[in-house]
C-alpha cells in the first residue's frame, strides 16, 4: 500500500477537525491545526505550506532551525516550539519562533522574555500542564500554574495566551476527555483570575484524540502522524 500524500493527508486532516467542530456545536474558525513536522523534511512542510497550512510545530531546535533556514522565503509562516526547553537553547527559540507551548518554570519564562527582540513582537506563550493522574516527564502541576501564569504577565515581550497539555494516551472517548475536561477548567479558571489577558488559547488533541480534545475546547490541535506520517525515530 503507498503512503498518502501530504496533500491527501491535510484533507483529511482538515475534514476531520471540520467534523468534530460540527459534532461539538462549534464554529469553524474556533480551532486551527498545527502541523507538527518533527523528523519531517522541510520539503513536507514547503508542501503543506502551498495547500495554505501556515502553523508548524517542532520539538528539537537545532532540527527546527536547520528547517527554517531552508524555508526562509515562506514568510508569514508561524513557528511554534512544542518540545522540551532548555534553558541553554532559548535564545534561539525566543528569536525564531512565534509561540512556545512548552513553559513550565518561571526560569525559563525570565530567559525567554529578556532574549525577545525588541525588533519582533511578544512572543506567544503557553505554560505546559501536566494534566495526567501518573506522574509524567513535562509539565507543572495545576496547583503551581496560576503562580506562574501571574509571573508571565508581568513579562512585557510574553505573551500568555493558554495552556498546553499532552495527556497519557488511553483510548476511548470518555476516557480521553476526563484529562482534557481539566485543562479546560483551568484556563476558565485562569480567565476569571486575570480578566485582561488574552487567554484564548488551548493547545491540546493529537492525531489519537483530536475529537474528545475539540469537544473539551482545544483551539489549536497538534497533528503529527495525520499530517505527516508516521516518523522513523521514537518520540
Ligand atoms: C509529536 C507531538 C505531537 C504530534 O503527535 P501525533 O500523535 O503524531 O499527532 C503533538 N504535540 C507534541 C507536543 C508532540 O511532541
Same mark, same amino acid.
Given at each position: 500500500?503507498?503512503?498518502?500524500?501530504?496533500?491527501?493527508?491535510?484533507?483529511?486532516?482538515?475534514?476531520?477537525? &471540520?467534523? &468534530?467542530?460540527?459534532?461539538?456545536?462549534r464554529p469553524m474558525a474556533d480551532a486551527r491545526l498545527l502541523a507538527v513536522s518533527k523528523t519531517k523534511p522541510a520539503a513536507m512542510i514547503r508542501e503543506a505550506w502551498h495547500l495554505g497550512q501556515r502553523d508548524f510545530g517542532e520539538n528539537y531546535v537545532q532540527e527546527a532551525l536547520n528547517k527554517q533556514d531552508e524555508l526562509t522565503d515562506l514568510e508569514d509562516i508561524v513557528w511554534h516550539f512544542i518540545g522540551p526547553l532548555q534553558s541553554n537553547k532559548s535564545r534561539e527559540v525566543a528569536e525564531r519562533f512565534s509561540w512556545v507551548h512548552?513553559?513550565?518554570?518561571?526560569?525559563?519564562?525570565?530567559? *525567554?522574555?529578556?532574549?525577545?527582540?525588541?525588533?519582533?513582537?511578544? *512572543?506567544?506563550?503557553? *505554560?505546559?500542564?501536566?494534566?495526567?493522574?501518573?506522574?509524567?516527564?513535562?509539565?507543572m502541576s495545576l496547583a503551581e500554574l496560576p503562580a506562574l501564569a501571574e509571573a508571565v504577565l508581568s513579562m512585557p515581550r510574553l505573551r500568555l495566551r493558554g495552556l498546553m497539555a499532552i495527556p497519557a494516551p488511553s483510548k476511548g472517548l470518555e476516557a480521553q476527555r476526563a484529562? *482534557?475536561?481539566?485543562?479546560?477548567? &483551568?484556563?476558565?479558571?485562569?480567565?476569571?483570575?486575570?480578566?485582561? &489577558?488574552p487567554l484564548d488559547t488551548l493547545s491540546m488533541g493529537m492525531s489519537d484524540d483530536l475529537e474528545a480534545a475539540v469537544m473539551e475546547g482545544a483551539t489549536l490541535v497538534r497533528l503529527g502522524t495525520a499530517i505527516f506520517g508516521a516518523r522513523q525515530r521514537h518520540e
Amino acid at each position: 500500500m503507498t503512503e498518502p500524500t501530504v496533500s491527501e493527508s491535510l484533507a483529511a486532516a482538515r475534514q476531520r477537525l &471540520a467534523e &468534530a467542530l460540527s459534532a461539538a456545536g462549534r464554529p469553524m474558525a474556533d480551532a486551527r491545526l498545527l502541523a507538527v513536522s518533527k523528523t519531517k523534511p522541510a520539503a513536507m512542510i514547503r508542501e503543506a505550506w502551498h495547500l495554505g497550512q501556515r502553523d508548524f510545530g517542532e520539538n528539537y531546535v537545532q532540527e527546527a532551525l536547520n528547517k527554517q533556514d531552508e524555508l526562509t522565503d515562506l514568510e508569514d509562516i508561524v513557528w511554534h516550539f512544542i518540545g522540551p526547553l532548555q534553558s541553554n537553547k532559548s535564545r534561539e527559540v525566543a528569536e525564531r519562533f512565534s509561540w512556545v507551548h512548552s513553559v513550565d518554570r518561571q526560569k525559563v519564562a525570565r530567559r *525567554l522574555n529578556d532574549q525577545r527582540p525588541a525588533s519582533l513582537d511578544p *512572543l506567544n506563550i503557553c *505554560l505546559q500542564v501536566n494534566i495526567s493522574t501518573e506522574a509524567s516527564k513535562s509539565g507543572m502541576s495545576l496547583a503551581e500554574l496560576p503562580a506562574l501564569a501571574e509571573a508571565v504577565l508581568s513579562m512585557p515581550r510574553l505573551r500568555l495566551r493558554g495552556l498546553m497539555a499532552i495527556p497519557a494516551p488511553s483510548k476511548g472517548l470518555e476516557a480521553q476527555r476526563a484529562p *482534557l475536561a481539566r485543562l479546560r477548567e &483551568a484556563l476558565e479558571e485562569l480567565r476569571e483570575r486575570f480578566p485582561e &489577558a488574552p487567554l484564548d488559547t488551548l493547545s491540546m488533541g493529537m492525531s489519537d484524540d483530536l475529537e474528545a480534545a475539540v469537544m473539551e475546547g482545544a483551539t489549536l490541535v497538534r497533528l503529527g502522524t495525520a499530517i505527516f506520517g508516521a516518523r522513523q525515530r521514537h518520540e
